[in-house]
């Protein structure tokens, strides 16, 4: 289970099995999407599936998620989502009504991020496999104009941008599987992010060195991942991440650390620092770009790894999430 | 966000940061031993050590009740869920901790139905929603967690619910405290007192540790502003050559403890004669077992333990580092052969062991201070 969970264990599988035997003449560090050019036209593709339960939560469903979260992926390296390919795994005796909602959910969602479903499959499984339904979605993205995403650009002295709160949506799906007694009023993020990247390119552009959706494994992995790409180190602050009360609350009670938590609406930039204000001041002006924030700083050391740095003086390691978060009892 | 915030208000700690300077004997070298796993995650994930002046030395105790377990208890509890139709219950910090032949996790992965749950009475629950099955709960901890088991446990004999036990490894706080002071290889100036055992027993059972060792103590709560107040108070007592109890969590902790929990701990645990714990040896008294009139609910009584004492492997120096000797990073295993992800013992995966605090928080930072500074 750990090899999925978007931590160590996954990044090892991918680097160690998947990597060399599928892709073993390509070099550069790992992306969410693939940059390929055919016949001289430059565009990017990524692939996803989706396998939340449950299917629906406050916030939105596995339908808006396969939609927001392929749309994402290619936003964040850098390319306009233009085209989508679905496949559903549905399992038998899935209830019609729940499938319809969430085909009418993709199109809502597809309709809102503005990228059209040109091709799926249908495959349906015996009953008890695939928890209802699995969406594994393929997207293909044109190159935004100005933008040019590279770990190996990062330089110390960078700032890094966060998009908004974290944790809402890792928080929400705990909730809805109902095992615990706790009620909190938040839903999930998810939400297309490629409104704030195209102001963001627009903006500070030629700033922009590096961008991720921190997913699976939340802001921590995210960041630990371009600490390795770029070999430098991070320091956060973590007074200036933004956070709801009610994730910081869940996650205190819980003994969760919230860096540690899906997100399916934010993203993380790196910025030259000349750029910095102005791609912050762009972001706050949009609606859903309010809560952006600058929460650190690239520095030398300590190199390949991220440092959070508490108001007071002191400071800890943070790492790449470890097999699922679990909750601390005690 | 209220009792958290408060507790972290960098103005206090930086001001109480000053106290402790002002307070140490420069030409002294303390040496605090925290004794509560919780307290050992809390410096770290706070970076507490980075406020203290370098001739105050926190030493990690034994209060994790996961890393105290030998393996061979492990090995025992998934030996019992390995018959058919049985269910293992564990909280999350259990699932990862290494039995001979793999965690709980590991079970799971290969077949066995493995849940985590957040306290006992939803293990219960499991019981009443499978009745086909049969639940165990791995219940493990100090005397915090002893009282939910002992409610739990006496719920299902009141409800009359047979397809349910608890394979109790509770141990008890005051003996690996006592088993510290009696090592030879400590020595220790004052301790660190643990929080939230402490709202289940109170403070008075800590007073011989004043009064016969003449060590003060200080009950502290986890927040970064508790844990350094609980240092001036016990500079203070040092400055006055002063040794007593005192309670720096009064919020959550009463003095007298908690009388109903204490109650339901009587009414279904007793002390086993003796008990294993990893590092510290066999120690009397240490721990509870369930009595007689809930043997019904006894996992050791229903089923076959296989009751097998498994040595660490040698190289793995848990026991030295559960005792304060060591410092994680000593270890010769320490993030080589043994990682989160790999872990030889169970200090290195549970979230109270001082090893998986000290790889997570700590064992990368270099230059760290001075970058700070200089981003500022």
Redesign the interface.
Known sequence: MAHGAGGKASRRLVEGLFAPLLCADSTGPLTDAAQLSIEGTRFAITTDSFVVKPLRFPGGSIGELAVNGTVNDLAVSGARAEVMAVTYVLEAGLPTEVLEAEVRAMAAAAQRAGVRIVSGDTKVVEHGKADGMYVTTTGIGSMIRGLKIDARSVRPGDKVLLSGPIGDHGITILLSRGELDLEAELCSDTRPVLPLVEALAAAAGPGIRWMRDPTRGGVATSLNELACDCGLGIVIDEEKIPIHDAVRGACELLGLDPLHIANEGQFLAVIAPEYSDAALNALNLLPGGEDARMIGTVCEQPAGAVLAATSYGGSRIVDMLVGDPLPRIC | ?KF?DEF?A?EL??RT?EEIRRLVDPARHYRFMEVC??HTHAI????????LPDNVELIHGPGC?VCVLPMGRIDDGLALSQQDNVIFAA???M??VPGTHGSP?EYK?RGMDVR?V?SPS?ALKLARANLDKHVMFFAI?FE??APSTALTLMRARAEGIRNFSVFCNHVTIIPAIRAILDSPDMRLDAFIGPG?VSTVIGCRPYEWIAKEERKPIVISGFE?LDMLQSIVMLLRQLQTREAKVENQYKRVVPWEGNRAALKAMAEVFQLRPYFEWRGLGFISQSALRIRDAYAEWDSERRFDVPGVRVTDPKAAQCGEVLKGVLKPHQCKLFGRECT??HPIGALMVS??GSCAAY???????????T??S??A
């Open positions: 966000m958290v972290r960098p700690i930086t940061s796993g919780g770290y994930r706070f970076g507490l050590k980075d406020l009740p909280f999350g910090d699932m990862r996790l992965a985590i957040y939803d901890g915090t967690t939230h970064p989160p992800e979230s109270e790889y997570n928080y700590e064992h990368r930072k270099t230059a760290a201070a970058m700070l200089q981003t």
